[in-house]
């Protein structure tokens, strides 16, 4: 007979394991639905430049842009092996977030217990999936917080054991982190920090070997970023690489004011806290909670280390875009448990606390069930990206794909990067956005210039125009737009594709689509918000336009 004792053990652990699985299967359920979901802006530089890579040609040849390519990678990756399509992509990211949730149940167990390992499991895996933070899509910060969350769980045991090989794998794992996003050197530099304080100043070891395994450990979180600059260099790419994500990187961050700042991040957080408020909530109250468990003594100051820096690692450029806080949800996680686990311990939260906790869990399971389980996904994209032309340029890169040659040139006048990726073909220009050349930086000249010369120099056989990017890029009396010098180069090309975007009332947006030169003169004027195809006319080209023409000017547009 089994001891009365053991019984409520038992029972917890089944109760627990239960939850875990139901909303794991939920949340998996939910994105199975949404794996052919269009990729947006950022997916889709992520799967071009994959897609580069996995054809041998290295980031920032054809592709640039100032984010590090740790993200490039994990998506050519994925691709290798679910295919170079939206839910091969989308099916990766799934397995990724419950990979995550997975380690944090693991993390948790380990700090305090089996409670707090399947709420900060559920937590991450319901907030990963929120619609108010975009987390249907495969941003750079998932896979920051899946390398994160792995190197956070093997810095735990680092801190347990004296093995080298874990210690040296945990500071690999940050330094992957950092090549996924910039963002996450805030994270990686507490670790290290985190790390060496505690070796220096508490370990009872010998102090070589205390200086030792701090060694190996900054080697360690060093090494990828290292390894990734010698690639880069040995691909011949690294002055490129240097230019987009440091010498660009700086002035975009620049460009935003705290006053602006402060007005986009409570806008933004309020956003993005709604559909799972109160697993927010909960977090919150784990900030508090945490300094009454004596189980958390010795990992008290860690965990809300990790925290801070999780937070702060949602900052750096000051632009609080919704998927920005995707870093921020682990820590937010690991919070939730503790909350959860410490009430537990006390007699009236181990009566109502779970059953709370379930209640939380069914109420953010219904407010996303709507974009999860039964909004269309064309209705749910354009609710969610409003005008972005998603689901437009998955019709415009089937029609290029269909009437051009493998080895024919695009180029997009916008910044939609996935229609290269869609279309398997190569972009005639390393820009594949184009918001840099209008925004108030000192390099926005010097790329409108570079931009032009490199699609004049290809001559590529289609160009993509948005619209909507014409409107949002105006001319300055300094800075003319990339507009007005295709409105001279557009006698180069005839129009063969029109995907225009309209606005019948304040619920109904419609794409019209009219492909081939017959349908598109049918058609007519185009609204506002539109994808133009045009393709290039047989016969010569005039000469490219002299955009440099002494050493001076070189010189000047090099150094702003």
Same mark, same amino acid.
């Not at 802006?41 to 897609?51: C, I, L």
């Not at 450990?217 to 990828?224: A, D, R, V």
């Not at 697993?279 to 909960?282: E, Y």
């Not at 409108?448 to 699609?455: G, K, N, Q, S, V």
């Given at each position: 007979m089994t001891p009365p004792e053991v019984r409520p053990r038992i029972s917890q652990r089944h109760w627990t394991w239960w939850l875990m699985v139901a909303v794991l299967v939920i949340v998996a359920v939910a994105r199975l639905r949404l794996l052919d979901f269009p990729l947006e802006?950022?997916? =889709?530089?992520?799967?071009? %430049? =994959?897609?580069l890579i996995l054809q041998g040609i290295p980031p920032y040849e054809l592709a640039c842009n100032m984010k590090f390519p740790g993200t490039y990678l994990a998506y050519a990756g994925i691709m290798a092996v679910f295919g170079q399509t939206p839910a091969g992509i989308h099916f990766g990211l799934l397995l990724m977030t419950t990979a995550t949730a997975l380690m944090l149940f693991w993390l948790g167990k380990k700090i305090l217990d089996e409670t707090a390992g399947v709420v900060a499991a559920t937590s991450y895996a319901l907030l990963a999936a929120s619609p108010s933070m975009l987390g249907q899509a495969g941003h750079a910060t998932q896979f920051c917080a899946f390398f994160v969350t792995a190197g956070l769980s093997l810095m735990w045991r680092a801190r347990q054991t004296e093995n080298w090989p874990v210690l040296a794998a945990s500071g690999a794992l940050f330094g992957t982190a950092v090549l996924m996003k910039q963002h996450a050197a805030i994270i990686a530099a507490w670790a290290g920090l985190s790390f060496a304080f505690g070796k220096i100043f508490c370990a009872k070891d010998s102090f070589r070997r205390r200086i030792a395994s701090v060694a190996v450990? =900054?080697?360690? $979180?060093? @090494? *990828?970023l290292g390894l990734c600059c010698l690639w880069l260099w040995h691909a011949g790419v690294f002055e490129t690489f240097k230019f987009w994500t440091f010498d660009y990187a700086r002035a975009y961050a620049s460009i935003m004011r705290p006053t602006g700042a402060s007005s986009l991040f409570w806008r933004n957080f309020g956003w993005v806290i709604i559909s799972g408020i109160l +697993?927010?909530?909960?977090a919150v109250a =784990? +900030?508090?909670?945490?300094?009454?468990d004596g189980r958390l003594k010795n990992s008290r100051g860690w965990l809300l280390g990790f925290c801070a820096s999780s937070s702060l690692a949602v900052c750096p450029d000051f632009y609080f875009r919704p998927h920005y806080f995707l870093i921020a949800v682990p820590a937010m996680a690991m919070l939730a448990g503790a909350a959860v686990s410490v009430t537990c311990q006390w007699r009236f939260g181990r009566k109502f606390m779970p059953g709370i906790y379930v209640l939380?869990? %069914? $109420? @953010? !399971? %219904? @407010?996303? %069930?709507? *974009?999860w389980f039964f909004i269309p996904k064309l209705k749910l994209a354009r609710e969610m990206y409003g005008f972005? *032309?998603?689901p437009e340029a998955e019709r415009v890169a089937n029609f290029i794909r269909e009437n051009s040659s493998p080895h024919a040139r695009v180029a997009v006048l916008g910044s939609e990067p996935e229609i290269y990726f869609l279309s398997h073909r190569h972009s005639a220009t390393g820009y594949i956005y184009i918001y840099a050349l209008g925004e108030p930086q000192p390099f926005a000249e010097k790329m409108?210039?570079?931009? !032009?010369?490199?699609?004049e120099s290809c001559q590529p056989e289609f160009v993509v125009v948005s619209d909507t990017a014409r409107w949002q890029i105006p001319a300055t009396n300094s800075t003319p737009s990339i507009f007005d010098w295709w409105k001279n180069y557009q006698t180069n090309y005839t129009r063969v594709g029109v995907a225009d975007i309209i606005f019948r009332n304040e619920t109904t947006i419609e794409t019209i689509y009219a492909f081939g030169t017959n349908a598109v003169a049918r058609h007519g004027k185009i609204h506002r918000c539109a994808l133009e195809v045009f393709q290039r006319k047989p016969g010569p080209f005039p000469e490219p336009t002299n955009l440099m023409e002494t050493d001076e000017q070189r010189t000047n547009l090099k150094t702003p």
């Open positions: 802006r950022d997916e =889709g530089e992520y799967a071009y %430049a =994959g897609q450990y =900054g080697f360690s $979180m060093l @090494t *990828p +697993l927010w909530l909960l =784990g +900030l508090v909670l945490v300094w009454f939380m869990v %069914a $109420m @953010t !399971i %219904a @407010t996303c %069930a709507g *974009p972005d *032309p998603l409108r210039r570079e931009m !032009i010369a490199e699609i």
